[in-house]
């Protein structure tokens, strides 16, 4: 086999990046967009010695599990990789894809919960959207898979409605009063990124320009333009400021240009303020079973509960009315002063925030005799330093550490050095917070032994 070749293949399997996987005299064989049960002529992009990749050239038989896309910018858009595929077999992959990881890189097998659906569309609370000029086109949408080409994207099925409505406002801004246009590769241009938040419970809208610069053009023009397609439910418009040669979309400063810099929702019963730089999970009904099942695993009532990665302080602060004590960690400064706002808001008296780096925060509450009876870890898809995991596991001791993670292989990876460390992965649930995508939010609980 080799290159351009022309191939019949059955597809046995799906992987979580919605690719159709196939065998050929042992190889296997990646078709982009297949899916199992498919029978197909793939076309053969590339072959490695352990692997080869391809393209769907026709499809013979579809697979019961197939459906017809209904977005014109999937596949070419990265955001989604599921959109041809049915959602209960969605659920299957991720469902099967958390088991394989725990199981195979985290060598444990817990109770595994059925996982957690949702089929509603435009459930994202965020959006942020790259901005480009391409061929002389402005392109507002989101990167093509694997790339930081700009597609198009009028109408994403992924984000509430006004959002698009929004971006097309926006276009018409930027070409009416001849705004530039950040150009990745000669570092020029000021605008990089346009995104929106939206509270779900109060409705309330904020925009934010992530500019290449200090100050933008025509202002009250573009704070106009928002108010016509959110009305009275914008509530704060902020510029970020990113003047780094990065990939990374937000700077550490930030202006407020209109209203008071943040908007405030409701979750789990909890006021919570989110600001621009603040992390606030995107799906917030899901969130809401998520932070319940976090609760239930972790069973704080007149326990001292350690949150790291705390953000604006939502898990411990939904565990608040029953806990002794939430201290929250977080190394973002701006998240600290929402979570301290947030406590004050719900006028809770027993959490403290703490700005910091949650393996050396919780290093010094060891060396100050600081010992909580429950953790709870929430942290970026790299997952937590083994540093980390051993103040917890060695030092601290306590009964029950529950683990909530955006990326099943890092979470194998840490139970894994938990289990190293006598504690014993118990029950584990997914929740598909992210339908559509590959991506999935997986909740552990892990016990002393």
Do not use: W
């Amino acid at each position: 086999m080799k290159k351009n070749d022309l191939v019949n293949l059955e597809i046995i399997d799906t992987t979580l990046q919605g690719a159709g996987v196939g065998k050929i005299d042992g190889l296997t064989v990646f078709v982009d967009s297949a899916v199992t049960g498919d029978i197909v002529v793939a076309h053969i992009l590339k072959v490695k010695s352990n692997c080869a990749f391809a393209k769907i050239h026709e499809i013979i038989m579809p697979s019961n599990d197939r459906i017809e896309n209904n977005c014109k910018s999937f596949p070419q858009c990265g955001g989604c990789s599921f959109r041809h595929i049915d959602y209960k077999k969605e659920l299957l992959i991720k469902e099967l894809n958390v088991k394989n990881n725990l199981k195979r890189i985290g060598t444990v097998e817990p109770e595994l919960e059925p996982i957690v659906g949702l089929t509603e569309q435009g459930y994202r609370n965020k959006a942020q959207y790259p901005v480009a000029f391409d061929n002389g086109q402005l392109k507002i949408g989101f990167f093509a898979g694997h790339s930081h080409r700009v597609v198009d994207c009028d109408e994403c099925q992924l984000q509430p409605a006004e959002f698009s409505e929004a971006v097309l406002k926006f276009k018409e801004f930027i070409l009416e009063n001849n705004i530039s246009v950040y150009n990745e590769a000669e570092h020029k241009g000021l605008v990089r990124h346009i995104y929106f938040r939206k509270a779900n419970v109060t409705g309330e809208i904020m925009v934010c320009l992530c500019l290449n610069g200090k100050e933008l053009p025509n202002q009250a023009e573009f704070i106009r333009r928002m108010q016509s397609v959110f009305g009275e439910n914008l509530k704060s418009a902020v510029l970020n400021f990113n003047l780094d040669k990065t990939n990374v979309i937000m700077g550490q400063e930030c202006k407020t240009i209109y209203g008071d810099g943040f908007i405030t929702d409701i979750l789990c019963g909890v006021k919570v303020r989110i600001s621009p730089l603040s992390f606030y999970q995107v799906n917030h009904d899901m969130a809401e079973k998520l932070y319940k099942k976090a609760a239930e695993y972790a069973e704080p009532n007149g326990k001292t509960v350690l949150d790291l990665y705390c953000g604006a302080g939502t898990i411990g602060l939904s565990m608040a009315n029953s806990a002794k004590k939430i201290i929250g960690v977080e190394i973002i400064p701006e998240a600290i002063e929402d979570a301290k706002h947030n406590a004050e808001l719900n006028s809770f008296t027993n959490v403290d925030f703490i700005c910091g780096d949650a393996a050396n925060t919780a290093k010094d509450f060891n060396e100050n005799n600081i010992k909580p009876d429950v953790v709870i870890v929430d942290p970026p898809r790299k997952g937590c330093e083994i540093e980390l995991i051993r103040t917890i596991a060695e030092d601290f001791k306590p009964d029950r550490v529950v683990y909530v993670s955006c990326d099943p292989s890092t979470l194998a990876r840490d139970c894994k050095v938990f289990k190293e460390l006598n504690y014993k992965t118990v029950k584990a649930a997914t929740f598909d917070m992210f339908p559509r995508t590959r991506h999935v939010e997986t909740i552990v609980c892990l016990c002393k032994q």
